[in-house]
């Protein structure tokens, strides 16, 4: 939210309060809303499960690849077959040296193991893709659960159980994060020049005697050629939320640039 400066000269500019992140949270992929786990005013944690897609063909896929990747039937026949090729080659040597067997024999007893060897190899590296197609399922389903990114609030749920999410319109729930709070101002450039991140500030609000203080952390490099105004992101610690977003607010500049506050800032 873009804040202005207050017209009354000197020492405050006006602005007002906003939830730190306001996030729409939106499916990767289009399908049917299975289940919706929230509703509006909720507090929900990080990682929080908020709306369930509906999963119903991919764990069905889960299982196949489950299924294909675990199966070891063809793996112990393969291997079995190149012990015995192995082996068989071991004894022709054996006879070969004593003279009761033919080289051509060996040859093809080599051959046979060397099929076997490459026979093993080619389920091995099957299974392999087929551990990987089940690990790609794993997580397409979990793309279909869709998660808080933060701790916050629920503000706005958007689809009812049953409908469908088109990926033109893909949000589906708003959580806003009210701890901190985010003010931004519109500050007169020869003002900013005097600030930098991490410096401490007080804000004031419509009640004179209540004060917050807070913290800079950003000053755009930049100045609106328009106005003449830098602008300045500064973060409300809010714990108890008893700061409402919307309220108006003031920097409060007779304190910030003090003598006082200039020789300790």
Known sequence: MVCWVSCSPATEIQGFTEPYQDIDVAASEMGIVEAIHIKE????????LLVQMDDSVLEVTLEIAKSIKQSRGRLESAMEDLHQQTITVKKLNELIARKHASSQELDRAESKRRIAQANLKAIQEELQVK???YE?????????????PIDGVVTRVL?????????????????VQLDPLLVIFLVPADLARELSVGRAVNVRFMDPTHMASGS???VSPTI?????????????????????????????????YSPLAAKHP
Do not use: M, W
């Open 136 to 148: 790609r399922t794993l997580v397409q389903l979990e793309k279909r659960c869709l998660r808080s």
């Open 216 to 218: 800079i952390e950003f």
């Open 159 to 175: 689809r009812d159980c049953g409908e469908s999410v088109l990926p033109s319109d893909p949000v589906i729930v708003r959580v």
């Open 131 to 133: 551990t990987l197609e």
């Open 41 to 48: 005013g909720d507090r929900v944690t990080e990682n929080q």
């Open 224 to 256: 609106d050629p328009q106005s003449g105004t830098t602008r300045v992101r500064v973060r409300l610690p809010n714990p108890d939320e008893r700061l409402h977003c919307g309220t108006t607010c003031y920097l409060d500049f007779a304190d910030t």
